[in-house]
T-cell receptor, first 113, second 114 residues
């Protein structure tokens, strides 16, 4: 069966360090992968999209990698700040047509002073 | 400002009652989606619509119904047939011609069955 796995345990790091979150998937052949941020009680907000032919994508302090051989994406936040504390979700297109995104359960990140 | 508006934000329902959640967007997006989120679970797709007057079932459509009579609106009805309706419901939209585009989400509606 198809699965998208994110670490269900919260990740606690100190301010200024790099946070690394993992998204693993099985039985998918996604053309792209997306990352979203979700704050408590709010809707997710899009952060980054990376395509299957891209190894790495950056946006300000964010970096995403995509390894289709390992079936894994890593999401990095450098110089983390308390304001980065949130739940981060990865999402894959499960149909190939871009019309049906399937989400992982998300990983909660807590950045401490 | 352009965006997606969901209402109500909080809703309480007695067992056996149908409720309708509203979702309106002014982004001129063709595609709209309804997801359900439960604690410790990812977002699960209920229904989606790629164009007016057309919609498809998602992974957990049983007990739900939708309509898409206008491009801007995609209401979700939670019927009494839904066995466990208490959840956080999220509506989203996506621009047309962008089959790899991002989803824009509303702020969600939290439904509690008493």
């Amino acid at each position: 069966s198809q699965k998208i796995e994110q670490n269900s345990e919260a990740l606690n790091i100190q301010e200024g360090k790099t946070a690394t979150l993992t998204c693993n998937y099985t039985n998918y052949s996604p053309a792209y992968l997306q990352w979203y941020r979700q704050d408590p009680g709010r809707g997710p907000v899009f952060l980054l999209l990376i395509r299957e032919n891209e190894k790495e994508k950056r946006k300000e302090r964010l970096k995403v990698t995509f390894d289709t051989t390992l079936k894994q994406s890593l999401f990095h936040i450098t110089a983390s700040q308390p304001a980065d504390s949130a739940t981060y979700l990865c999402a894959l297109d499960s149909t190939g047509g871009g019309n049906k995104l399937t989400f992982g359960t998300g990983t909660q990140l807590k950045v401490e002073l | 400002d352009g965006g997606i508006t969901q209402s109500p934000k909080y809703l309480f329902r007695k067992e056996g009652q149908n409720v309708t959640l509203s979702c309106e967007q002014n982004l001129n997006h063709d595609a709209m989606y309804w997801y359900r989120q439960d604690p410790g679970q990812g977002l699960r797709l209920i229904y989606y619509s790629q164009i007016v007057n057309d919609f498809q079932k998602g992974d957990i459509a049983e007990g739900y119904s939708v309509s898409r009579e206008k491009k801007e609106s995609f209401p979700l009805t939670v019927t009494s047939a839904q066995k466990n309706p208490t959840a956080f419901y999220l509506c989203a939209s996506k621009g047309s011609g962008m089959n790899t585009g991002e989803l824009f989400f509303g702020e969600g509606s939290r439904l509690t069955v008493l």
